[in-house]
């Protein structure tokens, strides 16, 4: 069986699981995988995922000697990688501080070589497509090994710097959607069509259930839940919540989740007189948000890119009515009327509306809840069928392991 170099920009990661149970899918089918991260992770992650920094092998913190033995290897092996060094500085439409980064990955490139070089790789994975995946090309061409990436949702439709040369160099690329995919065929020629893979990624089942009314004598509840950061959108909700509170409606928003933009958001909170409707719950354990899930009358989902959000996924196999923005590769998942809700991206005025019209359908006649408890088992029929985790995870590894050869 190969053994195959598995890396990301920051591993574990809370945000993140998906990487972690294909490195152990791949383990389960007797490959070996050396997990790797560009940055050191965090003690909480670390704690989380229940792994240890002895089982990772982190590019952070620099070691000075090998950095500069990278620097040589780069100099033997220049004929390997001087079209990648070409188009960092001389083609394209990056920015100059974009090449000088790229350039800077280069030599990451060598080092992460370096690192590996006894370890008698096969092949190099890399999740997503930002700076690791750079890193990882690199390594894989100066050990004469194959490369391949996963591209998610904002690596590939927002931050898409240098993903020609990625893709030109790649064996083979896993999307996670077909939208993604039909995305990459449309948008960079050189890809081929048969290197080019979707692999879904999927949530556990859950027990059978039985559905009953909802916001019932208290507030109509919204959840979100996400990494706060500005593609997330979050700051959309808020303003979403003072309207809705401005029009008489008694409601509650609980926003889990930590990240960036934690301070713009309470600010507009405050900003807002929201402190008493809208609440940051910060990084909530995954254990703890199956209880959220099961008591939001409606879980909503503000952003601007995305790629298939596993929160959708969770919301919806445990029974909770999901309202989306109508992007990428959502509609895939969240078929509108059918199992699930879907609004214009990005627009106020209809998420309001929307959300408006949902607290009226379950604070409706019985026959109106009765349509609304058939979409939410829809919604769990969608998630078991086309996005069970194991389903995915063994399509995964049978796939990745043939298309390694």
């Known amino acids: 069986m190969p053994t195959i170099a598995y890396?990301?920009?920051?591993?574990?990661?809370?945000?993140?699981?998906?990487?972690?149970?294909?490195?152990?899918e791949l383990r389960q089918r007797g490959a070996q995988v050396i997990a790797g991260s560009v940055r050191r992770p965090g003690t909480?992650?670390?704690?989380?995922?229940?792994?240890?920094?002895?089982?990772?092998?982190?590019?952070?913190?620099?070691?000075?000697?090998?950095?500069?033995?990278?620097?040589?290897?780069?100099?033997?092996?220049?004929?390997?990688?001087?079209?990648f060094a070409k188009r960092a500085l001389l083609e394209g439409k990056e920015s100059p501080v974009r090449r000088i980064k790229a350039i800077l990955h280069t030599w990451l490139g060598a080092y992460y070589a370096l690192l590996l070089r006894d370890c008698e790789v096969d092949h190099i994975h890399v999740h997503h497509g930002y700076f690791a995946s750079w890193i990882g090309m690199v390594a894989a061409s100066l050990l004469d090994i194959g490369f391949s990436l996963t591209l998610h949702g904002s690596d590939l439709l927002i931050h898409d710097a240098y993903l020609d040369t990625k893709l030109n160099n790649c064996r083979f690329c896993a999307t996670i959607s077909n939208?993604?995919?039909?995305?990459?065929?449309?948008?960079?020629?050189?890809?081929?069509?048969?290197?080019?893979?979707?692999?879904?990624?999927?949530?556990?089942?859950?027990?059978?259930?039985?559905?009953?009314?909802?916001s019932h004598g208290r507030a109509f509840t919204l959840l979100s839940a996400g990494r706060l950061h500005r593609v997330k959108n979050q700051a959309f909700l808020v303003r979403a919540c003072a309207l809705m509170r401005d029009a008489g409606v008694e409601l509650e928003c609980l926003i889990a989740g930590a990240g960036p933009e934690h301070a713009h958001l309470d600010f507009l909170i405050?900003?807002?007189?929201?402190?008493?409707?809208?609440?940051?719950?910060?990084?909530?354990?995954?254990?703890?948000?199956?209880?959220?899930?099961?008591s939001a009358d409606l879980f909503v989902l503000t952003s601007i890119s995305e790629g298939i959000p596993l929160v959708?996924?969770?919301a919806m196999v445990r029974g909770t009515v999901?309202?989306?923005?109508?992007?990428?590769?959502?509609?895939?998942?969240?078929?509108?009327?059918?199992?699930?809700?879907?609004?214009?991206?990005?627009?106020?005025?209809?998420?309001?509306?929307?959300?408006?019209?949902?607290?009226?359908?379950?604070?409706?006649?019985?026959?109106?809840?009765?349509?609304?408890n058939w979409i939410r088992h829809a919604g769990r029929v969608q998630v078991g069928r086309n996005f069970n985790r194991r389903e995915t995870l063994d399509h995964f590894g049978e796939t990745f392991l043939r298309m390694i050869g």
């Not at 990459?184 to 559905?211: C, W, Y």
């Not at 008493?276 to 909530?284: A, I, K, S």
């Open 270 to 294: 405050a900003q807002n007189q929201l402190e008493d409707r809208v609440h940051l719950l910060g990084q909530v354990p995954h254990s703890d948000l199956d209880s959220l899930y099961r």
């Open 312 to 314: 959708l996924m969770e």
């Open 179 to 214: 939208y993604n995919r039909s995305y990459i065929l449309g948008r960079f020629p050189g890809a081929h069509g048969q290197n080019i893979m979707v692999s879904r990624m999927g949530v556990d089942a859950q027990p059978e259930m039985h559905f009953g009314r909802m």
């Open 44 to 83: 909480e992650a670390l704690a989380t995922s229940g792994k240890s920094g002895v089982e990772i092998l982190c590019l952070q913190p620099i070691r000075p000697l090998v950095f500069g033995k990278a620097l040589g290897l780069i100099f033997r092996r220049w004929g390997r990688i001087s079209g």
């Open 322 to 372: 999901v309202l989306a923005p109508d992007l990428t590769g959502i509609p895939e998942l969240v078929i509108p009327g059918k199992t699930g809700f879907l609004y214009k991206p990005s627009d106020l005025r209809d998420f309001v509306q929307k959300v408006l019209f949902l607290q009226h359908l379950m604070q409706g006649r019985r026959q109106l809840l009765d349509r609304l």
């Open 7 to 24: 890396l990301a920009n920051q591993f574990p990661s809370p945000t993140e699981p998906y990487v972690g149970e294909e490195i152990d």
